[in-house]
């Protein structure tokens, strides 16, 4: 541990990583990306502050709790945009995570329903065709036929 001019205790990247469980070099990603400013230097070496320590935790929250893109991350973390601007990133962040949380919510309701099934061969399913229909491109071809729906599904040359 060092301190700053200001008698700030600091510590160095591999101490300031490990507080989170990441690895130095996500650090120096982060800091290349705009997700993190470049700390301080004392000599060649990074110097975090318990600021910087600070932020390196937000950039954490966005990243990998919150699985913002490291775009969307940095008007977080960064420290350098204006509170209603940062604050429409993670509102628009969220959005993307209902979206998939509704996505993966049909997955799981799909398989659940093969959990369900009782036949041996998922293809002889009475409800395949229903599910087909509503969960793949072959539900755009009103055909009961599948051999008939796959050539009419087929772009005309």
Known sequence: MSTTATNEQTVQIGDAAALYGLAPSTLRWWERQGVLNLPARQGNRRS??????RRIGVAYLCCVTGKMPLEAAAVVAAGESDVATWQQ???EQIARLESEMAQLRIAADYLGHLLDCVDDDMVRCPYLDAELAEHTP??????????????????AD
């Open 138 to 155: 072959r539900g755009r071809v009103a055909n009961a036929d599948f051999v008939a729906a796959a050539r009419a599904a087929r772009p």
């Open 89 to 91: 990133t993670v509102r």
């Open 48 to 53: 975090y502050t318990e600021s910087d320590l």
